[in-house]
């Protein structure tokens, strides 16, 4: 394995260069632009919406609000505090496109004062007309030091998607000056990608963590997902995660969940996009995207023992943990309660919202329980704490499309609300009946509450004498017609 690069091989991190376009052959940078890149002072990021009872957001990256940038979307979100206090929000800076698979640089933009300025974006690993991307940061807080895990493939020149089976590896690099200078990307392709995942490898994305209970305290780890091929077609997953015991200097795999390809191409689970918080008697929580699995549902989860060098069992599927196929985060500002972010849609990407656990990952509220951060688009997610009771959150989101811009936003546990007890039942007269209405029921006037009862999804309310209550199926249809008004029934 390969040890750091000396620390004369440390570079300052560039300033994201202006707009132009750019291949391997060359770059042309105008003067205004190294001037631009020259600049290290912080500027605001957007205006802030204002404090909404401990919320406020502000647009962080946004291709068209930075037209000497150059980058035509910013995607994939991550998110970290350094040990003094720092946030450094990545991001990938997509230049000619925004495939997943084109000319891609990482980006990085720091706060020193807890997510209300920021500096402009600056450039940690450029791509050079290939894809550099998905950031997986960790923070060693032993030492300081932020590690930076990433993923590479060839570029394409249009927005297509990476050939099947698609060549990608790992890379590392570390900042040990607050994110300020990175150190030149190394290749740990040897040491954490297998032979046979040869179809797909992707790091994070999302923020790693340190273990901070057991004997392996101070461990790094960090989420992985790959694919295999053998020439002719796809025979299998894996979920796995990365460990280092020596501050990122090596790295090596730890747990591995892998789940094979039937003949007819169909899968039981593929768990991917991995996020992770420790518990505290020290295993690792992993909870992962969901992509096209037989299983129901578009979350999985799993338990990793040992520091994270094994499962304690197959990931498993979460169909109560309403969400659409897309990354999502999980961050732990206290033991008390932990925090889901991803869109509440099952279907759609759209409808950030805030999910609590009060049992580490155990069990999490339902998404009608949750707090909203917006009704619009809505993507990627990563999450970090900003200080006691404050937690920062970054984002993809759009009026028009998830894609649109990236979103920072800090929100207090007060914003969040407190937990909730359990809803009111309605007694069931009705011969047999549970007498009890799962979900909780709604006020009259045209909401809904949802709850799971079999196979069909119930709406129900209780009105007052002389009042008429419908019954129905569906999710969007009224409960009462009374202009007397119902009683809520939980």
């Known amino acids: 394995m390969t040890a750091h690069p000396a620390d004369g091989d440390r570079r300052p991190a560039p300033a994201a260069p202006p707009g132009r376009r750019r291949r391997r052959a060359g770059r042309v940078v105008g003067l205004a632009g190294a001037l631009l890149a020259l600049l290290a002072v912080p500027v605001r990021a957007g205006a802030v919406t204002g404090p909404d009872g401990g919320f406020e957001e502000r647009v962080l990256f946004r291709a068209d609000e930075d037209p000497d940038i150059g980058y035509a979307c910013y995607r994939i979100p991550a998110l970290v505090t350094t040990t ?19 000319d891609i640089d990482l980006v990085v933009r720091r706060s020193t004062d807890g997510g209300r300025t920021w500096s402009r974006p600056r450039v940690t690993d450029p791509g050079d007309g290939d894809t550099h991307g998905n950031p997986a940061p960790v923070v060693d807080r032993r030492t300081g030091r932020i590690v930076l895990l990433t993923t590479y493939n060839d570029g394409r020149g249009d927005d297509g998607n990476c050939d099947v089976p698609c060549d990608r590896t790992p890379h590392t690099q570390y900042s040990d000056d607050d994110g300020v200078s990175w150190s030149r990307p190394r290749d740990v392709t040897a040491a954490i990608r297998p032979p046979g995942w040869n179809s797909w490898y992707a790091t994070g994305p999302g923020h790693g963590i340190q273990l901070a209970h057991g004997p392996h305290r101070g461990r790094l780890v960090v989420g992985l997902n790959a694919e295999s091929h053998d020439g002719g077609r796809m025979t299998a997953n894996h979920a796995a995660l990365a460990l280092s015991d020596d501050g990122g200097a090596h790295w090596r795999l730890g747990a591995v969940d892998t789940h094979p390809y039937l003949p007819d191409g169909t899968y039981r689970q593929k768990p991917s996009e991995l996020t992770l918080a420790e518990r505290d008697d020290g295993s690792v929580y992993v909870n992962g995207r969901e992509q096209d699995g037989t299983d129901l549902g578009h979350r999985d989860e799993a338990l990793a023992l040992d520091g994270g060098a094994r499962f304690a069992a197959p990931f498993r599927a979460l169909p109560g943990l309403y969400a659409p196929m897309v990354q999502a985060a999980v961050a732990a ?48 997610s990563d999450m970090a704490v900003v ?13 028009s499309d998830a894609r649109q811009e990236i979103r920072f936003a800090r929100f207090t546990e007060d914003w969040l609300g407190p937990r909730r007890g359990p809803d009111p039942t309605t007694p069931d007269l009705a011969p047999g009946g549970r007498g009890a209405v799962l979900g909780g029921a709604p006020r009259c006037g045209g909401g809904s509450a949802r709850g799971w009862a079999s196979t069909a999804w119930t709406t129900r309310c209780a009105c007052p004498t002389g009042a008429r209550c419908r019954w129905g199926r569906g999710t969007s249809r009224r409960c009462c017609g009374s202009a007397a008004g119902p009683r809520p029934a939980g």
Do not use: H
């Open 387 to 399: 200080s006691p009771g404050t937690t920062g959150l970054l984002y993809e989101a759009g009026k």
């Open 84 to 102: 003094r206090g720092t946030l450094l929000a990545f991001a990938e800076g997509r230049r000619d496109n925004c495939g997943d698979a084109t």
């Open 333 to 380: 500002p206290r033991p008390g309660r932990w925090l889901f972010s991803a869109p509440a849609d099952p279907d759609r990407r759209r409808t950030m919202t805030i999910r609590s656990s009060y049992d580490q990952g155990r069990t999490w509220e339902s998404a009608e329980r949750g707090r909203r951060v917006t009704s619009d688009w809505s993507g990627y």
